[in-house]
């Protein structure tokens, strides 16, 4: 390349990051969901009263109290964090209206008679009942690429699709940095997907309800590029970043059926050892032809011949998964 | 006896988290909290500590603790969580018996770094195949275990750190994580020696090194409307320890006798690059697209393969009833390897030939269009089409080179009553050339899943899946005269169905029922070679059998009470058992008895009961009891009973 075409193309690529730097915080959505952010802006003939009203008169006693000073969204409420503030109204919706009429003394009275003062709930943004996308449309007005950004494919994901929405999995009031912890995953994805329970209740199943395999390891819920919110960019790949001796490649590969490793493995559980989708050695025959079932004058095998030649596959082809040593044949035949 | 023992520096990790768990309980500052007036107030850190002991017999096989090592040992807990800000900290460790870890902890500062770590530590029991006894009226077909006595284990220990730094104010990061996977034991190895003139069918004892790293650093930023992110990626798998095994093999017609390698575990090296781009989250129109590239390379063979993924996404949701979701996505794989091989004997260098790999390319592109035609009822259909090619098949005896599959689907879920949650799917999938046998030409599945609180102490759930293929003209590969051969049918009925029931009779008391059954049925053409009988070694024409069926099934059920005497004491009990059986059968009088290698039946039960008490001063008991019990009906080989007793004090400040 010449030193001047060069220099031209540095230079632009300088203007160029010089102009996304000044527009590096400026994130607006191409077409606004309209009907969606009418849901969560709230009463418009109400006014913000903020957090402290709320907490101090009220919400100082409730049980959530303290999780929720312990989580990050509470802590985000005081200045010293260092993170962006946030306010109870930022998703609860401006709140004169809920506490009209109330005041801390008749809260005071009340509590001395052992009587819970409400607010005037439904002048609130009324969040349980918001269609899960308006319910994440309140997360995401920050968790856009500010604080979150592992939610590219959110939109278009399974989870979105089917009306999951972030409060579904995250306990907004609780736990640190509102994360999931791992251990939790299991019971909680498995509240909606019932029938995979079942898997894991058979002989041969990865150790989820034993909490020593987690959802997430295989899993990414905030959506993904592949099939069934895997990890990784396929099945294999999934699979292969713990069982990494069966990655290859392989001088000698099965064809390409170890490209997808649900060709023969059921990956939360079976009956079958090894997570197998069939037994051996029906598991092959599906695909093989069997070793011969005579003998060389046209006698059936004997029961121990049958035996040698039916039984488990891989006790002889035990490098199914690929190898690099070619068999006694000369070919890939897995055996060595 | 060989046993995996890996648990001294997994002891000395240990050690080391019980001391950084003290010094954060005696350095962790105060909390803050808003008082009552709005001034701040100190308050304690958040600590939970807990130790016990865990007693535990076992009698029989170690299957009935797959994933346990099942021996006496201490148990530590201690849940942390201090913010003195704009510090945040939290620790959630536990460690239950021997090479059991859990270790979840963070550290933030303000929103500039957040940093995860997760430990975990897993034995996994593994089975040992006893092979049979030789026959001695077969001389050239034997049995060989050289480690009959062996039992086999591994310990699993993973490693997930996480750390991001934000420019303060700006939406832009930089991230790096480490996955770190060690896997150390001693498993079964079982191979052929021999060919067909002489074969021993042999098993021995395997040490086990394997380490597999990953380590990915990338950037994200917003550009305006457009947010992208960048990652690299370096992957190695490394087998530590001898990596091949060599044996003697007998003189074939191929190659003469020698002491050759086999059962070699290659290392690899992964490298890969992403870059994702997308519109905003939160509007009308969002869209995303991707782009990787994953290259791979076996150290030992020189192969190396190159993975191209790309996908795009669009969501358009113009108003409330009405979505749009248009998906596609792509995946090249391209392998090139060196084309010969020489095998290394101890005396003898055999070069060899080998077929290219076979390389795909797969494109699918989908659209998906939900409506909602009242509250609380979404309807959703879509449709997907997607093709695979292959090349290089030459070698390789594919009938065909392609296929294509079209997929429908047909969804409505939502609530139609109050308290009652459906869900249902029809899926209808029609492939044009399936490239091999488990493909289906046509397939029909149904998911349903309905939930019903019908009254605030009543909570049910059904769910059940049925899926039926169908499959003309299989095609199998004649071992002996390397051609294809068309015949058969293939029919694959598939059930799943899971009811639970949930009651609260009682404010403080629950019972939890539930019941699943899962049953995978085939009935397929196998096809059986054969010699041709007049004492040559030629081939005789294969012989196939229609309609062999083979099916698993799996029962279970489980019932567990729960009851609370007041907030600080709670017992609960829990049973569940699963019957799993499973068999083929062939009806080939030169086949028949096939089957008997083939039959499952096994019966796991599991008992416990738990208890909590909590006291005035923060002190509080757990304490656990369990029963296992693996019964293998078939031949008893991996029979055994789990007993534990498991005692923890808590304290809680």
Redesign the interface.
């Known amino acids: 390349m010449k030193p001047r075409l060069l220099l031209i193309t540095a230079l632009l690529l300088g203007l160029s990051i010089v102009y996304a730097c000044t527009e590096l915080k400026r994130s607006k959505p191409i077409l606004p969901l309209n009907e969606y952010e009418r849901m969560i802006a709230g009463r418009l003939d109400a006014d913000y009263v903020g957090t402290e009203t709320c907490l101090a008169a009220c919400h100082a006693h409730d049980a959530i109290k303290a999780a929720f000073d312990a989580s990050t969204m509470g802590t985000q409420l005081r200045r010293e964090s260092g993170l962006p503030l946030v306010d109870c109204e930022s998703c609860h919706g401006p709140g004169s209206l809920a506490i009209k009429g109330i005041t801390r003394e008749l809260v005071e009275e009340n509590s001395r008679k052992g009587i819970k003062t409400e607010c005037n709930y439904e002048t609130l943004i009324d969040i349980k009942n918001l269609p899960a996308i308006a319910k994440s449309l309140i997360c995401l007005k920050c968790h856009t690429g500010n604080a979150t950004f592992n939610l590219h494919e959110w939109n278009a994901g399974v989870h979105a699709v089917n009306d999951v929405s972030c409060s579904d999995c995250h306990d907004i009031h609780e736990g640190a940095d509102l994360k999931v912890k791992p251990k939790d995953t299991a019971a909680m994805c498995l509240d909606c997907h019932q029938e995979i329970t079942a898997y894991y209740r058979m002989p041969s199943h990865h150790p989820v309800t034993e909490g020593k395999v987690y959802c997430t390891d295989c899993h990414n819920p905030h959506g993904t590029s592949t099939e069934k919110l895997l990890r990784k960019a396929s099945v294999k790949e999934t699979c292969t970043r713990c069982h990494g001796e069966k990655e290859g490649p392989f001088l000698y590969e099965h064809a390409d059926l170890t490209d997808d490793c649900l060709n023969c493995h059921m990956p939360h559980g079976s009956p079958n050892n090894n997570l197998l989708t069939l037994r051996e050695p029906f598991l092959c025959l599906q695909c093989h032809q069997s070793h011969r079932i005579n003998t060389a004058t046209g006698e059936p095998k004997t029961t121990a011949l049958k035996g040698f030649f039916f039984t488990r596959c891989t006790n002889c082809h035990s490098q199914i998964h690929g190898t690099d040593i070619p068999s006694p044949g000369g070919k890939g035949r897995f055996i060595q | 006896m060989t046993r995996s023992r890996t648990a001294t520096g997994r002891g000395k990790a240990r050690c080391g988290l019980i001391v950084l768990l003290v010094i954060v309980v005696l350095t962790a500052p105060a ?8 001034s701040r107030q100190a308050y304690s850190p ?1 600590y939970s500590l807990g130790a016990g002991y865990n007693w535990t017999g076992l009698d029989g096989s170690r299957r009935v603790i ?3 090592s099942g021996v006496k040992s201490p148990v530590l807990g201690a849940d942390i ?1 201090v ?1 003195p ?2 510090h ?1 900290l ?1 620790l ?1 460790l536990s460690t239950r018996e021997r090479d059991d870890l ?1 270790l ?1 902890t ?1 550290y ?5 770094l ?1 940093s ?1 770590f ?1 430990a ?1 530590g ?1 034995t996994h029991n593994l ?1 040992h ?1 006893v ?2 006894a030789s ?1 001695p ?2 001389a050239t ?1 034997k049995y060989r275990d050289r480690d009959t006595n062996a039992s086999y284990q591994t310990d ?1 220990t ?1 490693t997930d750190l996480f750390l991001r730094l934000k420019t303060p ?5 930089l991230f790096g994580r480490y ?1 770190g ?1 060690d ?1 150390e034991g001693t498993v079964q ?4 020696v ?2 067909f003139n002489d ?1 021993t ?1 042999t098993s021995r004892s395997r040490r086990i090194d ?1 380490r ?1 790293e ?1 380590l990915t650093i990338g950037s ?6 457009l ?1 992208v ?1 960048y990652t690299h990626g370096e992957k190695s ?1 490394v ?1 530590a320890g001898p990596k091949v095994l060599e044996d003697l ?1 007998p003189a ?1 017609a ?2 003469p006798e020698d002491v ?7 290392e ?1 090296r ?1 490298s890969s690059d992403y870059i ?11 869209a ?1 697209a ?1 782009f ?1 590239s ?1 290259r ?3 150290q ?2 020189s ?3 190159t ?1 191209i ?1 790309g ?1 795009g ?3 358009f ?1 113009p ?2 009833a009405l ?1 749009f ?3 596609f ?1 792509y ?1 090249d ?1 391209d ?1 090139e ?2 084309g010969t ?1 020489v ?1 290394r004997g101890q005396s003898n260098e055999l070069a ?1 030939k ?2 290219p ?2 390389d ?1 390319r797969q494109r699918e592109i989908s659209l ?1 269009i ?1 409506t909602r035609p009242s509250r609380g009822v ?1 309807l ?1 259909g879509s449709y997907s089409v997607g093709r695979k090619d ?1 090349s290089d098949t030459e070698e ?1 005896l ?1 009938a065909d080179r392609n296929t294509t599959v079209n997929t429908f689907e047909f969804k409505a ?1 939502g609530t139609v009553l109050k308290g009652a949650r459906f ?1 249902t799917t029809y899926k209808y999938t029609d492939l044009k050339n399936p490239l ?3 493909d289906p030409d046509t397939s029909h599945e149904l998911d349903l ?1 309905a939930s019903y609180t019908l009254t605030p102490g009543v909570f049910t ?1 059904l ?1 059940y ?1 049925l899926r039926k293929e169908r499959r003309d003209n299989l095609r ?4 002996r005269t390397e051609t294809p ?1 068309e015949t058969g049918q ?1 029919d694959n009925t598939f059930h ?1 169905v ?1 009811g ?1 029931l949930v009651l609260t009779p009682w404010e403080r008391t629950s019972v939890t029922v ?1 019941c ?3 049953k ?1 049925g ?1 009935r ?1 053409t ?12 030629e ?2 024409e ?2 196939a059998e229609d309609g ?1 069926p ?1 099916s ?3 029962t ?1 059920y ?1 019932v567990g009470i729960t009851h609370r005497f007041n907030d600080r004491t709670d017992v609960s009990a829990d049973m ?1 058992q ?1 019957f ?3 068999k ?1 059968r062939t009806e ?4 028949e ?2 089957s008997s ?2 039959m ?1 039946r ?1 019966t ?1 039960t599991a008992l416990s009961i738990k208890g909590r008490h909590e006291m005035n001063n923060g002190f509080g008991i757990e304490t656990v009891l369990g029963l296992r019990d693996y019964n293998d009906r078939t031949d008893d080989q991996n029979d055994g009973k789990f007993y534990q007793a498991m005692l923890i004090l808590t304290k809680r400040w």
């Not at chain 2, 994200?220 to 409307?225: D, R, T, V, Y």
């Not at chain 2, 050759?260 to 290659?266: G, I, K, R, T, W």
């Open positions: 909390r803050e909290i808003l008082a009552e007036d709005g958040g797959e994933y346990s969580e913010y800000l704009p945040r939290y959630d859990y979840d963070g933030a500062y303000k929103e500039v957040l995860r997760i975990r897993l089975d195949y092979l049979p026959d009226d077969e077909r699993v993973t104010d700006y939406p832009f990061h996955f996977y896997k190895q079982r191979f052929l021999g060919y074969m069918v394997f597999t990953e994200n930023g917003h550009f305006g409307p947010e992110e798998f087998p093999y074939t191929q190659r050759y390698p086999h059962n070699l575990v290659p690899t992964t994702r781009a997308h519109s905003s989250y939160t509007g009308r129109i969002t995303s991707s990787g994953i791979q390379s076996n030992d063979s192969v190396e393969r993975i993924v996908a996404q669009l969501a949701i108003m409330d979505s979701f248009l998906r996505r995946r794989l392998e390897g060196p091989t095998l060899y080998v077929r790999s076979l795909t998906c939900r979404n959703a292959l390789w594919l879920y869900r091999y046998n488990t899943y759930v769910t899946k199998f590969i004649n071992t051969t293939r799943n899971l639970l539930s699943g059954y899962y995978n085939l397929q196998l096809l059986y070679s054969t010699f041709l009988g007049d004492g040559s070694s081939p005789g294969p012989i062999v083979y698993d099934e799996s279970s489980s569940g699963t799993s059986k499973g083929f080939n009088t030169l086949a008895s096939i290698f083939s499952l096994v796991e």
